[in-house]
C-alpha cells in the first residue's frame, strides 16, 4: 500500500494510489473536496487547533493583502 503526494510546478497536489488495492480504492470514489476535509482535519488534529487557526488566518491574510495588490495594480 502506497499513497504518494506530489506538488506540481503551479503548487498543486497530486494524489497517486493503486486503484485496485483494498484498502485504497476507496480514494477512487473521493472529491477533491473530500480530499481538503480530510488534510485540513489531519492538520488540525496534528499540531492542534489554536495552532491550525493562527496559520490558517496567517494564509488568509496573506491571499487577501495579495489579491489587494493585484487590484490596485489593474486599476
Not at 492538520?43 to 493585484?70: F, H, M, P
Request: charge should be negative; aromatic fraction near 10%.
Amino acid at each position: 500500500m502506497t499513497i504518494t503526494a506530489t506538488v506540481n510546478n503551479d503548487e498543486t497536489i497530486t494524489f497517486d494510489w493503486d486503484e485496485n488495492d483494498p484498502v485504497e480504492s476507496v480514494l477512487n470514489t473521493w472529491t477533491e473536496q473530500d480530499f481538503l476535509y480530510a488534510i485540513l482535519n489531519w492538520s488540525k488534529e496534528a499540531i492542534g487547533e489554536e495552532e491550525y487557526n493562527r496559520i490558517i488566518e496567517e494564509q488568509l491574510e496573506k491571499v487577501c493583502n495579495q489579491n489587494e495588490n493585484e487590484s490596485k495594480t489593474q486599476s
